[in-house]
C-alpha cells in the first residue's frame, strides 16, 4: 500500500465549478499534513497547510479526519489557472522529518 | 523570505558522465536537505536526506556510490550523478529545512534540475 494515496484524475471541470480532492495516508504516526501545487516541469508549491479543525484560504478549503487518515481539498468557482496537480502530502512522523508525497491529482480547468 | 536556488536548471549529458546539481539557500541557514526524485507522471520520491556536516542518509533502493550528496555548509548541499545513465534521467529538486523551521513546518523547494542522459 502507498504511503499517499491520490486519484490520479484527471479531473476535467468547467470554469466556475466545485471540485473535490480526496487522499489517504498509511502512516498513523504523521502529524503534517498539506496540499501543494505543481505546475507542468515544475517545483512544487505550497498551497496551504491543512490543520485537524479545517482550514480556508480564499477560495481553497482543506480538511483532516485524522480517524480515517483522510485528507480533502475543495476547490471553489474554479478558474483556468487552477489547471495544475495537487499533491497530497504528509511528513513521516514527529520531529524534523522529510515529506511524503502523494503521487497528484491532475486538474484541468475548461473555459 | 526562504529562497532555495538549484542550479542548474537543466542539463543534457552523455552516458557514463558525471553532474553534479547545486542546492543553496539564500537567505537562511538549511540545517537539514532533502533530496527528491520525479520521474514523468509519477510521485516525488525521496532519495536521501543530508544533515550539515555529517553523513547523507539514503532511502532504500537509492544508491550511495552513485548519487554522492555533499553538505558541507550550513547553505550549499550538491548531489553529484556518477557515470550517469539513461535511466537516470529524471527532475531532481532539493528541499531544505531552516535552523528557525520546526519539525511540522513546510519545506523549501529548489526550482528543480531536469535531467536527460543521452
Known amino acids: 500500500r502507498k504511503e499517499v494515496e491520490q486519484d490520479p484524475g484527471p479531473f476535467n471541470v468547467p470554469e466556475g465549478a466545485t471540485v473535490a480532492f480526496n487522499c489517504t495516508y498509511s502512516n498513523s504516526a504523521s502529524q503534517s499534513f498539506f496540499w501543494y501545487r505543481q505546475d507542468c516541469r515544475k517545483e512544487p508549491k505550497l498551497l496551504m497547510s491543512v490543520y485537524s479543525s479545517g482550514n480556508e484560504d480564499g477560495r481553497f478549503t482543506a480538511q483532516l479526519n485524522r480517524a480515517s487518515q483522510y485528507i480533502s481539498l475543495l476547490i471553489r468557482d474554479s478558474k483556468l489557472s487552477d489547471s495544475a496537480t495537487y499533491l497530497c502530502v504528509v511528513n513521516r512522523g514527529t520531529g524534523r522529518r522529510a515529506l511524503t508525497f502523494g503521487s497528484g491529482t491532475r486538474l484541468q480547468v475548461q473555459p | 523570505g526562504a529562497v532555495v536556488s538549484q542550479h542548474p536548471s537543466w542539463v543534457i549529458c552523455k552516458s557514463g558522465t558525471s553532474v553534479k546539481i547545486e542546492c543553496r539557500s539564500l537567505?537562511?541557514?538549511?540545517?537539514?536537505m532533502f533530496w527528491y526524485r520525479q520521474f514523468p507522471k509519477q510521485s516525488l520520491m525521496l532519495m536521501a536526506t543530508?544533515?550539515?556536516?555529517?553523513?547523507?542518509?539514503?532511502e532504500q533502493g537509492v544508491e550511495k556510490d552513485k548519487f554522492l550528496i555533499n553538505h558541507a555548509s550550513l547553505t550549499l548541499s550538491t548531489l553529484t550523478v556518477t557515470s550517469a545513465h539513461p535511466e537516470d534521467s529524471s527532475f531532481y529538486i532539493c528541499?531544505?529545512?531552516?535552523?528557525?523551521?520546526?519539525?511540522?513546518?513546510?519545506?523549501?523547494f529548489g526550482n528543480g534540475t531536469r535531467l536527460t542522459v543521452t
Open positions: 543530508s544533515n550539515e556536516g555529517s553523513k547523507a542518509t539514503y
Open positions: 537567505d537562511f541557514q538549511a540545517t537539514t
Open positions: 528541499s531544505a529545512r531552516g535552523t528557525r523551521d520546526r519539525g511540522d513546518s513546510p519545506l523549501h
